[in-house]
Nanobody
Framework: QVLLVESGGGSVQPGESLRLSCAAS????????MAWYRQAPGQQREWVAS???????NYADSVKGRFAMYLDNSENAGYLQLNNLKPEDTGNYSC??????????????WGQGTQVTVSS
C-alpha cells in the first residue's frame, strides 16, 4: 500500500512564495514520475508541472519561470517551489506519482491536495 500526502499550502500575499511537498510512504521501490495539478473553485483541474525521475521538469506556460519542481527519490518525495505568487494561482494543489512498488508493479497514486490562497 502506498500513500501520497501533500503539505505546505497556505494563505499568502501576491509576490510571496510557498514550497509544497508531496511525500510518498509505504512499500516503495522508486518513483518513476510525479506531476502537480491545481484546481480553482468552479474550474477544471489543470496540469501545473511534471517530471520524470532523472529528467527535466516541464511546466504550464502560466507558471513557467515562477515555479520549480524537484523530485528526490532518496526521500520518496517531490517538491513544488512557488515563487512570485499571483491571485490566479489560488487553488487546491494535488500531486500524482507513478510509483514502482517493492514487488515491481507500477501504479499511479494521487494525493488529497493542499490549499494555496493568494490574496491581498
Amino acid at each position: 500500500q502506498v500513500l501520497l500526502v501533500e503539505s505546505g499550502g497556505g494563505s499568502v500575499q501576491p509576490g510571496e512564495s510557498l514550497r509544497l511537498s508531496c511525500a510518498a510512504s509505504g512499500s516503495i521501490r522508486s518513483i518513476a514520475t510525479m506531476a502537480w495539478y491545481r484546481q480553482a473553485p468552479g474550474q477544471q483541474r489543470e496540469w501545473v508541472a511534471s517530471r520524470l525521475s532523472g529528467g527535466a521538469s516541464n511546466y504550464a506556460d502560466s507558471v513557467k519561470g515562477r515555479f520549480a519542481m524537484y523530485l528526490d527519490n532518496s526521500e520518496n518525495a517531490g517538491y513544488l517551489q512557488l515563487n512570485n505568487l499571483k491571485p490566479e494561482d489560488t487553488g487546491n494543489y494535488s500531486c500524482n506519482a507513478d510509483i514502482r512498488g517493492i514487488g515491481g508493479r507500477l501504479r499511479r497514486y494521487w494525493g488529497q491536495g493542499t490549499q494555496v490562497t493568494v490574496s491581498s
